[in-house]
């Protein structure tokens, strides 16, 4: 027992060098505000890492963070780095383009493109100048999202007649078409009525054994049930702003059974968020 | 509480508070004032709004009655009658008036839908779209004739006489500022869930902007492209100094001929209905008939557009 303990340790850590994405945050500033503080989660190849935690904790924030889609928000900035297989993605070299085809996302509102559920799913393969077999592409993707036998009949007709829940699933065809290494998931599920939630818990389970995931989720039951890895942020008010920081980080397990710090406690438990 | 009994008093029918409230409490009754003034102000405002339809469908009226019965497939394909001729028709006025906005459209959508992707997407708070914004704001409300005397200069005086090009020209100056600023509007109307859905995927910008935004904002885009070509279509001021008039069909040795005087529906109707030959006079009746249903047909497609777009 004794001897085992220490070994287990260090296969931690190498598997810790070992993530896919390694993201160690020491500040996120929008303009002059601090939004996140000091957050370090490593990623690991084929699990589920979830982000919890009170609203404004930065957690959407930090999962943004990941594949560069922040950039898109005027002042924001990022000391610190983020890590992809070993690449810096916020060295001046990188091609935050190419950074998202590898690392695709998945967003809170459903939101597929105004065209055919076809076109939305080959948009990917568009994109990439693909030129193989496009019909059996889509049909892999569709099928990999568990939405293929609803709308295989109907692959031509608009995407936005839809249900919101198959909404969700076309959405994640069309971000696995390309096959890319890690799929960030921003609270997909909060728009979406216990079924289809569960349906789509069902496929991010299915889809671990070929992507990476990360997802930031409201619901500690949807957390308890899919996670691997569990982040807990909280906000930090006594330096005057609201800014997230990481509380807690480990397996889904110890952080919902015997977590071990006092805000991590209480939110589990409900006391607050 | 002596305020509820104040405001209570004047009614005869009012419940009192926690009296119970009999079934005629509930029942509409112009006898309260408030109900009688409500539905005084709903048969004004229905009474105003048919006051305003008065012109819109009493100039139509007037069209059918004076220009109908002389519409027949024959004045399509005829040349105008000259002053004492009968018979005729506005064949080359109704191409010219077509030819002349298709130049326009070309010039000024290309020029129109790029520039507003400018203003919406590439430099959205820069001084140079502050200046674009602001120019098209004006042109919008520019006299049409200066619209005339502007391609006049540059064309006319230019190329050594009148020409479809020239109106082409003059018309896409007034088609311009409205393409820009309805295709800018459109394009910010994209919701933002759309735009980060692309850029989630990867996408350039220039992939982003040709690929989702764009046809996303089209319905938009065509309706206000719509809007202007059937301003641009009833103009007569900007092609006085510009196209002028022909009684003949614009071709040159059997080709479409665009650098000669062309005819077109508005200058037609300005010039003969100030004639005192009763023939002309019915032929400008046809042709306002003619245009007036050119331009509402050109509405109706815009808006059967902007009804099909998407959330």
């Not at chain 2, 509409?28 to 819109?56: D, E, I, N, Q």
Request: aromatic share 8%.
């Amino acid at each position: 027992m004794i001897d085992t303990a220490p070994q287990a340790q260090v296969i931690m850590k190498t598997a810790d060098n070992n993530a896919v994405i390694d993201c160690d945050i020491s500040e996120i500033y929008y303009g002059n505000f601090k939004a996140v503080r000091d957050t370090r989660i490593p990623i690991q190849k084929g699990t589920i890492t979830a982000f919890i935690g009170p609203s404004g904790c930065g957690k959407s924030t930090v999962l943004r963070s990941l594949n560069r889609m922040n950039d898109l928000v005027r002042g924001f900035r990022l000391n610190g780095h983020v890590h992809f297989q070993g690449q810096d993605i916020y060295h001046h070299n990188v091609d935050p383009v190419a950074i998202r085809r590898h690392i695709g996302m998945v967003f809170q509102q459903p939101n597929p493109f105004a065209m055919s559920i076809y076109r939305n799913v080959a948009f990917g393969l568009r994109l990439n100048g693909f030129h193989g077999d496009r019909n059996q592409k889509v049909e892999e993707a569709l099928r990999g999202a568990a939405l293929w036998d609803e709308v295989k009949d109907k692959l031509h007709k608009s995407a936005l007649a839809l249900s919101g829940g198959q909404q969700q699933r076309l959405c994640i065809a069309r971000a696995i078409v390309t096959s890319p290494t890690v799929l960030l998931m921003d609270e997909p599920c909060s728009a979406l009525d216990p079924i289809a939630t569960r349906k789509i818990e069902e496929l991010m389970i299915e889809l671990k054994k070929r992507f990476t995931i990360a997802i930031v989720t409201h619901n500690l039951h949807q957390a308890q049930r899919v996670a691997d890895k569990t982040g807990f942020l909280y906000v930090d008010t006594t330096q005057g702003g609201r800014t997230g920081y990481l509380v807690e980080f480990g397996d889904t397990q110890q952080i919902f059974n015997s977590p071990r710090e006092a805000h991590t406690i209480q939110y589990i438990s409900g006391e607050f968020g | 509480m002596e305020d509820l009994l104040v405001r209570n008093a004047g009614k005869a029918d009012a419940a009192q508070m926690g009296a119970a409230i009999t079934a005629a409490d509930l029942q509409k009754s112009l006898r309260r004032p408030r109900s009688l003034f409500s539905f005084m102000m709903s048969l004004l405002t229905t009474g105003l709004t048919l006051v305003a339809l008065v012109p819109l469908f009493s100039v139509v009226y007037m069209l059918v009655v004076k220009g109908m019965h002389r519409l027949s497939l024959s004045v399509f394909t005829s040349l105008p009658p000259a002053a004492m001729e009968e018979g005729g028709g506005f064949g080359n006025a109704l191409a010219g008036t077509l030819i002349m906005v298709g130049i326009a459209a070309a010039i000024s959508v290309p020029i129109g839908i790029l520039a507003a992707v400018f203003l919406a997407e590439v430099g959205p708070q820069t001084k140079l779209a502050q200046l674009v914004r602001f120019s098209a704001k004006i042109l919008s409300g520019f006299p049409s004739v200066l619209a005339g005397v502007f391609a006049y200069g540059a064309v006319v005086l230019l190329t050594g006489g009148f020409s479809a090009l020239a109106g082409g020209v003059a018309l896409s100056l007034l088609m311009l500022p409205t393409v820009i600023l309805t295709a800018e509007e459109s394009i910010r109307m994209v919701p933002a869930r759309i735009r980060e859905a692309a850029i989630g995927m990867g996408t350039t910008p220039t992939q982003c902007i040709w690929h989702v935004l764009l046809p996303t904002a089209m319905p938009g885009i065509l309706t206000g492209v719509m809007l202007a070509v059937a301003r641009a279509a009833g103009e007569t001021a900007p092609l006085l100094f510009t196209a002028l008039f022909s009684n003949y069909w614009p071709v040159h040795d059997g080709r479409p001929a665009l650098m000669q005087p062309t005819a077109s529906l508005a200058v037609l109707i300005y010039n003969f209905s100030s004639t005192p030959f009763e023939n002309q006079v019915e032929m400008a009746w046809a042709a306002a008939l003619v245009l007036v249903f050119l331009v509402l047909a050109i509405n109706l497609i815009g808006q059967s557009l902007s009804s099909r777009s998407v959330d």
